[in-house]
């Protein structure tokens, strides 16, 4: 019986696994940044979605967001009894006008601080270089800018 080289490699890397694991952790640390704000990532990105996207419906910010309309409608009138967004709808059966409130955008200028935080803990200069990396691929896949 030999020892030598008894151990086997390591795997090999699946981008798959790699991403999941660092989404994990992106979102953890994004939850956290938001939550002294009253959001979640969850909120974050819907209310994104309707400053984006001005008259989207419930079904389209359904879509995007990638839940159900009936969550949409949940999440929407939690929005809506914070004050951050309204919804327009002349009459019931008719189609919303879900917008964004004033309050709702320098929510959303707040949010977009604790993000900019994230990313240059996860990504910036003193973070990893592995996560240096995927932002830089991710910067030049979607136009952006390389490095921070």
């Known amino acids: ?13 699946s981008p798959s696994i790699v991403l999941l694991t ?28 309707i400053a984006g996207v001005p008259g ?3 079904s389209d910010l359904a879509r995007m967001s990638g839940i159900t309309v009936q969550s949409v409608h949940t999440a929407v009138k939690a929005l809506a009894g914070a004050g ?10 008719s189609a919303s006008t879900i917008e964004i409130t004033p309050e709702g955008a320098r929510l959303m ?15 910036g ?7 240096r990396q995927i932002a830089d691929a991710v ?3 979607f136009g952006g800018r390389s490095g921070l």
């Open 139 to 141: 910067r030049v896949a």
């Open 84 to 93: 951050l967004v309204r919804d327009n709808t002349a009459r019931a059966g």
């Open 22 to 49: 660092l989404a994990h952790r992106i979102e953890s640390e994004l939850g956290a940044a938001l939550a002294p704000l009253g959001l979640t990532v969850s909120r974050l990105g819907l209310l994104g979605h």
């Open 56 to 58: 989207a419906s419930f």
């Open 109 to 123: 200028q707040e949010a977009m601080k604790a993000v900019a935080g994230t990313d240059e803990r996860l990504f």
């Open 1 to 13: 019986m030999t020892t030598e080289n008894a151990r086997p490699g390591p795997p090999e890397t």
């Open 125 to 131: 200069p003193d973070a990893d270089p592995i996560q």
